[in-house]
């Protein structure tokens, strides 16, 4: 089983989309598990602060590297057996971009930890210090920059589980082990609106799979 273990302030707003649909029943069905360290409970003040101003000046706050080390730090003694294949996901909008390729990749893992920053991001020295702890790979998913790193970490949760052998009941279901198009057809056969009507293209009906692969190519 892959176990994911995300760094995160909120792990509520995760949690509904990774009990929802496939990824939901990955977890019923024992193929994934979810964990959560929230960093505010590894704060040493008394109001779980854990952002600070930047040094240097500049807008905003920064996250504090040792709550977010010793959150990463719990989830890895959840599963202490040194021989385990574990790795720690950092974000970054100057990251190398995820691809299928690592997502095929981070699948051969037996732990995937994924620290989500907030605000400003995350005090660098964390991601030194969580380097001598395991392997470390920094990632941006997409060109935009969010407010956290929770959407880009639920996608490459998605992504990485999509891949597990019977989460998606056939190798074929994952997209790109296959020749797909961008536009899909279902039934009806025709819709009408407004005084028109569109149609299923008549290649996709006639059951001639290399004349739909060279279709579906063309796309």
């Not at 649909?21 to 990955?26: E, L, M, P, V």
């Not at 109001?47 to 730090?73: F, Q």
């Not at 969010?146 to 597990?164: C, H, K, M, N, Q």
């Not at 056939?170 to 009408?192: G, H, L, M, N, Q």
Request: glycine share 6%; hydrophobic share 40%.
């Amino acid at each position: 089983m892959l176990r994911f273990h995300l760094i995160t302030l909120f792990s509520d707003a995760c949690d509904t989309y990774l009990s929802a649909s496939i990824i939901g029943r990955a977890r019923t069905e024992k193929k994934i598990s979810i964990t959560y360290q929230n960093p505010r409970d590894f704060v040493d003040n008394k109001w779980g602060k854990v952002d600070e101003r930047p040094y240097g000046g500049g807008p905003g706050m920064v996250m504090t590297a040792l709550p977010i080390v010793r959150a990463v730090e719990k989830s890895l003694k959840t599963r202490a057996a040194a021989k385990r294949r574990r790795v720690i996901i950092w974000f970054s909008p100057s990251g190398k971009q995820f691809t299928n390729k690592d997502a095929d990749a981070l699948a051969k893992y037996q732990d995937v930890i994924l620290v989500c920053g907030r605000y400003e991001g995350i005090d660098e020295r964390a991601k030194k210090i969580l380097k001598t702890l395991a392997p470390l790979k920094e990632f941006a998913v997409g060109e935009a920059v969010y407010t956290g790193a929770e959407v880009p970490a639920l996608a490459i949760v998605d992504a990485v589980t999509r891949r597990l052998p019977g989460v998606l009941g056939k190798d074929t279901s994952v997209e790109e082990r296959r020749i797909a198009s961008r536009a899909v057809y279902t039934r009806p056969e025709t819709i009408s609106y407004k005084g028109k009507n569109y149609r299923v293209p008549k290649v996709l009906q006639t059951g001639h799979h290399a004349n739909i692969d060279a279709w579906r190519t063309r796309r």
